[in-house]
């Protein structure tokens, strides 16, 4: 396995798709069924364009401190499921600057079942809808505080309901 320098977002996804197909030995007649929902974005600082790619996840940008977020492409990594219909990987290309922020995050953050708190009872499912307002929230602090408080927010959103699914976010500041 060579290395190769792709650094087209939606290259890297189609070559991931067809890596994980070929892997998992996956066909449209295949019993287990796996895939993965990703986003990649690539920053040149030389043109100030930030290129972002995604496969069923949004990307939640904050442009001059105004949230906007980028669609994930309705299909994901490794899904064989009607293939000739599937969609293709698009990529969104966007100008910043120094101080725009940008979030990747898994869905295992709004999937998360809470235990009692405010804002709903127990068994309720954080939703994308907190996780904007959760991003929000911590946008406006310091790169170094924003990590606790978003941790903060899940272990208090969870209370003592088990962990359904992984938990990953990725923060990028220009």
Known sequence: ????????????LNRL?????DVL??????IIKDSI?????TYNSVTGIV????????????????LTYV??????IGDREDINRRREFETTKMAVKKGD??????????????GQTEYGPQGTLFTSIR????????????MSAQLGAIDKTFETWKGTCSQVDDVSLVCVKI
Do not use: W
């Open 71 to 76: 669609k994930g492409t309705r299909r994901s």
């Open 17 to 21: 798709d067809s890596q994980l197909i």
């Open 51 to 66: 290129e972002i790619a995604s496969a069923r996840r949004p990307v939640y940008a904050f442009i001059d401190g105004v």
């Open 1 to 12: 396995c060579g290395y190769e320098h792709i650094t087209n977002p939606t290259e890297i």
């Open 101 to 114: 922020v940008f979030y990747l995050i898994t869905d295992g953050f709004k999937d998360q079942f809470g």
């Open 37 to 41: 929902d990703i986003s990649i974005l």
């Open 25 to 30: 030995n996956q066909s449209s007649e295949s």
């Open 131 to 142: 996780v904007e307002e959760m991003l929000k929230h911590v946008s406006k602090m310091p």
